[in-house]
């Protein structure tokens, strides 16, 4: 792995450790920031709200478990299209309040507008990363004479 490759999974899991424990912290706030966005029903608010952080959590371990890395940075990638989508269509609707990303209060990280643009960037590291050609050493290639040509 590279340094910026490094680099990128270490920016994508401090994003959604940050976001999952702050939520886990106060699950209540956050089903309040799901509730206002009005984009699930109401009876399964609290079940996400409790969910969707320890999603988060294991995502961001997962970032660092070589076995796990490729299907953590797709899994980042899944979330982050959702999350963006999901507040594209609440602004649009004007039901975005506080999204609730980084756990209570209605300051700058918070604010969907802002959230839809650090997801659009935390989007493009991670799909550089799934982009990218693994940095480890390849199978050597088979020659004719390995095939049986």
């Known amino acids: 792995m590279t340094r910026t490759e490094r680099a990128l999974r270490i920016v994508l899991a401090i994003a959604f450790l940050a976001a999952g424990v702050l939520k ?5 706030t956050f089903a309040v920031s799901i509730a ?7 009876e399964a608010v609290g079940a ?3 969910l969707l952080p320890w999603i988060e959590v294991v995502a961001a ?6 076995k796990y890395r490729g ?3 797709k899994l980042v990638l899944a979330l982050l299209g959702v999350f963006t989508l ?5 602004l649009l609707r004007g039901t975005a309040g506080s999204c609730g990303c980084f756990g209570k209060g209605d300051g700058v990280l918070n604010r969907a507008d802002v959230a839809v643009v650090r997801n659009a960037v935390l989007i493009a590291l991670a799909g550089f ?3 990218r050609k693994p940095t480890s ?3 050597p290639a088979s020659t004719a004479s390995d095939t049986g040509r």
């Open 24 to 28: 886990i912290a106060d699950p209540a």
């Open 36 to 42: 206002r966005l009005r984009m699930i029903p109401m």
């Open 48 to 50: 996400v709200a409790i």
């Open 61 to 66: 371990v997962a970032l660092f478990v070589p």
């Open 71 to 73: 299907p953590a940075v």
């Open 86 to 90: 999901i507040l594209g269509i609440a």
């Open 129 to 131: 990363l799934i982009r």
């Open 137 to 139: 050493p390849a199978a």
